[in-house]
């Protein structure tokens, strides 16, 4: 298992993120973004199974986790250009970036602006949009009218809808309480921000190699709209997971590990995939 190391980044105006580090300084820089009210502990199971062939990152994004929270900034294009400042900051010149949930959707809008930053992307659960999920409609009723603390139920209720599997009750209670520091206007403003803008737009003009990954067990999003990801995105590709839920990175870590290792070897320097298809 690998040693994880945590870090703070300070970025443009002041904004801190923590982040973790973990991997091989000469190993191929892979960072990992996580989703909605989450932190870089959502990427634990993948952090301490990272290969030495890759160099892990994995930034806890403004409002979230122990980042600072600033009383705006939570569009989806707001969110990456941090990661683009992240990059900077830490001296990342190109990366592999792998997108969980509605993370893919800050790391396709970098991949789609700044290609020449990303070597490959990868999608992990990644919806083309939320604006016709059900799920998210009855979630927005709910953020709405947050104010105060955020209730522990909604937290655990929301998360334990994540996997097909049971998770660790240590884990999930670490999951929970990194999604209790998100305070309720970032619930809010981030959802409308994912709610409010055009997802399906920032799948346009991707041109890196790309690879989605699905589980097929997953209660939000469906085949039929990866197969969008796949039509849309030239020279995608798509891994389906048997049996795994939304979070594919939480029922099948090690898969998830050795996917992401084996993309990014298939990556060449310039950013060109070899045998990069579907399949």
Same mark, same amino acid.
């Given at each position: 298992m690998s040693a994880v190391a945590v870090h703070e980044a300070t970025l443009r105006a002041?904004?801190?993120l923590p982040y973790?580090?973990?991997?091989?300084?000469?190993?191929? %820089?892979?960072? !990992?973004?996580? &989703?909605?009210?989450?932190?870089?502990?959502?990427?634990?199971? !993948?952090?301490r199974r990272m290969p030495s062939s890759l160099h892990g990152y994995a930034p806890t994004q403004r409002g979230h986790g122990d980042a600072d929270k600033p009383t705006d900034?939570? !569009? %989806?294009?707001d969110f990456a250009a941090d990661l683009v400042a992240f990059m900077d900051t830490v001296g990342i010149e190109r990366a592999v970036l792998v997108g969980a949930s509605s993370g893919g959707v800050q790391a396709r809008i970098v991949a789609g602006r700044? %290609?020449?930053r990303v070597a490959g992307l990868v999608l992990l659960g990644v919806p083309v949009t939320l604006a016709d999920k059900p799920?998210?409609?009855e979630l927005w009723d709910v953020v709405r009218e947050l104010e105060g603390p955020v209730d522990r139920d909604l937290v655990e209720r929301f998360a334990l809808g994540m996997?097909?599997?049971? !998770?660790?009750? &240590?884990?999930?209670?670490?999951?929970?309480e990194e999604n209790l520091k998100a305070p309720a206007r970032v619930w809010r403003e981030a959802l409308r921000g994912l709610l409010e803008t055009d997802l399906r737009a920032t799948l346009s003009g991707i041109l890196v190699p790309t690879l989605a990954v699905w589980g097929d067990r997953d209660p939000i999003l469906t085949r039929e709209e990866q197969q969008t990801i796949l039509d849309t995105v030239i020279g995608s590709r798509l891994i389906v997971y048997e049996g795994a839920g939304h979070v594919v990175h939480w029922d099948r870590p090690e898969r998830v590990v050795r996917d992401i290792a084996a993309f990014a070897a298939s990556v060449d320097g310039n950013g060109n995939g070899n045998g990069n298809g579907v399949g």
């Open positions: 002041g904004l801190v973790a580090e973990v991997g091989d300084p000469a190993g191929t %820089p892979v960072v !990992l973004v996580h &989703g909605y009210v989450d932190s870089w502990w959502a990427f634990e199971p !993948l952090l900034g939570y !569009l %989806p294009e700044d %290609p020449d799920g998210a409609a996997t097909a599997e049971p !998770l660790a009750r &240590g884990f999930l209670e670490t999951v929970v």
